[in-house]
């Protein structure tokens, strides 16, 4: 059983800097072209798929010396290769005609058309500007007979990013298991469905401030309100968060872990965090039951879950993982830092960018 090893977005720009060293052409495609589309990384991706020359599939084993051919029921539509890392590579060989198009062979039948317009995407990944298929090709080979709530969520942030007409069918109505729940980058339909009150849209760019020694005595303050406010139907308390991090850059916003009974039974908590000046603003019946409200006179996110929730845990392991270990530190305020500069229509849209850097870290944590 192939042990899952996520393709960074370091990986992808290796590999393809060995194919240009080698003068392989090359578009990148699947879950890689989405993001490389939109611009930002929305979740951990198990390959990399690439559309190549027919021509250069003979040159792989000397290209490509560490990586062996796995998966040989795809041949020839597909050359699956993987190396002793677990990196998987998903490569689409196609004989380009004299117009531009591409002829992927099948097993059984007439190769597959690829026209000239799928292989004129552009897009970045981490920063790098990079060849992939078209919004409009990715559009279409994502919604194959049997497609899963991801790339559902690829097609509508694809059809928004790009002012492209949202296709018929609508969302599966189901979540594919090897997906993780919050895979996907929230789309503006789905924010509004959750939000309580007006969505706002942002109106200035994302912030990134120095470390603040305050911010830990901003917590103490508003950990001292919410227990006063709700005696012992405060579980637990936790200050979460890059703000959460000494040393680490973050939107001076204070994130708070709050830990009830039961989420879904409002009326035991509340009326008391509206009297205390809280204001509910997220209620998210398919996501743990989360509901998050804005503090009364700091800038604070107030996460409540369930006691027992496995995104506790996750989250503060995520925190103590960041204020333990260096290199993760700055592999996240790195990524930080390049999101910050991007524009963004709402802020979950920046928080959706990191999950990818978010579920890389936190499996080092719950690795040990």
């Given at each position: 059983?192939?042990?899952?090893?996520?393709?960074?977005?370091?990986?992808?720009?290796?590999?393809?800097?060995?194919?240009?060293?080698?003068?392989?052409?090359?578009?990148?495609?699947?879950?890689?072209g989405?993001?490389?589309?939109?611009?930002?990384?929305?979740?951990?991706?198990?390959d990399l798929d690439?559309?190549?020359?027919?021509?250069?599939?003979?040159?792989?084993?000397?290209?490509?010396?560490?990586?062996?051919?796995?998966?040989?029921?795809?041949?020839?539509?597909?050359?699956?290769?993987?190396?002793?890392?677990?990196?998987?590579?998903?490569?689409?060989?196609?004989?380009?005609?004299?117009?531009?198009?591409?002829?992927?062979?099948?097993?059984?039948?007439?190769?597959?058309?690829?026209?000239?317009?799928?292989?004129?995407?552009?897009?970045?990944?981490?920063?790098?500007?990079?060849?992939?298929?078209s919004?409009?090709?990715?559009?279409?080979?994502h919604?194959?007979?049997?497609?899963?709530?991801?790339?559902?969520?690829?097609?509508?942030?694809?059809?928004?990013?790009?002012?492209?007409?949202?296709?018929?069918?609508?969302?599966?109505?189901?979540?594919?298991e090897?997906?993780?729940?919050?895979?996907?980058?929230?789309?503006?339909?789905?924010?509004?469905?959750?939000?309580?009150?007006?969505?706002?849209?942002?109106?200035?760019?994302v912030?990134?401030?120095?470390?603040?020694?305050?911010?830990?005595?901003?917590?103490?303050?508003?950990e001292?309100?919410?227990?006063?406010?709700?005696?012992?139907?405060?579980?637990?308390?936790?200050?979460?968060?890059?703000?959460?991090?000494?040393?680490?850059?973050?939107?001076?916003?204070?994130?708070?872990?709050?830990?009830?009974?039961?989420?879904?039974?409002?009326?035991?908590?509340?009326?008391?965090?509206?009297?205390?000046?809280?204001?509910?603003?997220?209620?998210?019946?398919?996501?743990?039951?989360?509901?998050?409200?804005?503090?009364?006179?700091?800038?604070?996110?107030?996460?409540?879950?369930?006691?027992?929730?496995?995104?506790?845990?996750?989250?503060?392991?995520?925190?103590?993982?960041?204020?333990?270990?260096?290199?993760?530190?700055?592999?996240?305020?790195?990524?930080?830092?390049?999101?910050?500069?991007?524009?963004?229509?709402?802020?979950?849209?920046?928080?959706?960018?990191?999950?990818?850097?978010?579920?890389?870290?936190?499996?080092?944590?719950?690795?040990?």
């Amino acid at each position: 059983m192939r042990i899952f090893r996520p393709v960074t977005s370091d990986d992808v720009l290796e590999l393809l800097d060995r194919l240009d060293a080698a003068g392989i052409e090359w578009w990148v495609d699947g879950g890689w072209g989405v993001d490389a589309l939109l611009g930002y990384e929305t979740r951990p991706h198990d390959d990399l798929d690439l559309a190549v020359p027919a021509h250069a599939i003979a040159r792989l084993g000397e290209v490509l010396p560490d990586f062996r051919h796995v998966q040989e029921h795809q041949l020839p539509a597909a050359y699956v290769l993987e190396d002793e890392r677990g990196r998987q590579l998903d490569l689409h060989p196609l004989d380009l005609d004299d117009d531009g198009n591409g002829w992927q062979p099948q097993p059984n039948g007439p190769p597959a058309l690829w026209p000239r317009g799928a292989l004129s995407g552009h897009g970045t990944i981490a920063g790098r500007d990079v060849r992939c298929t078209s919004p409009e090709f990715q559009v279409e080979a994502h919604l194959y007979a049997g497609y899963d709530d991801v790339d559902w969520s690829a097609v509508v942030s694809l059809c928004e990013r790009f002012d492209l007409p949202l296709p018929e069918g609508g969302p599966p109505g189901f979540v594919h298991e090897r997906r993780s729940v919050r895979a996907a980058p929230a789309t503006e339909a789905q924010l509004r469905e959750i939000v309580v009150g007006d969505l706002q849209v942002m109106r200035n760019p994302v912030v990134l401030a120095e470390y603040d020694p305050e911010w830990p005595r901003l917590f103490e303050r508003e950990e001292a309100r919410i227990r006063g406010a709700l005696g012992a139907a405060a579980v637990a308390i936790e200050h979460t968060g890059s703000t959460s991090v000494p040393g680490l850059a973050a939107k001076p916003v204070i994130d708070i872990t709050l830990v009830v009974e039961d989420t879904t039974e409002e009326d035991s908590y509340v009326p008391a965090l509206e009297a205390a000046g809280y204001v509910l603003r997220i209620r998210e019946p398919d996501w743990y039951e989360h509901r998050l409200f804005k503090g009364p006179d700091t800038n604070v996110n107030l996460h409540v879950f369930s006691r027992g929730c496995e995104e506790i845990e996750r989250m503060t392991r995520f925190r103590d993982r960041l204020r333990a270990n260096e290199d993760d530190r700055e592999l996240y305020l790195r990524t930080k830092r390049e999101l910050a500069a991007r524009d963004w229509k709402f802020v979950q849209n920046y928080a959706d960018a990191k999950s990818a850097v978010v579920q890389e870290i936190l499996g080092r944590a719950l690795a040990g």
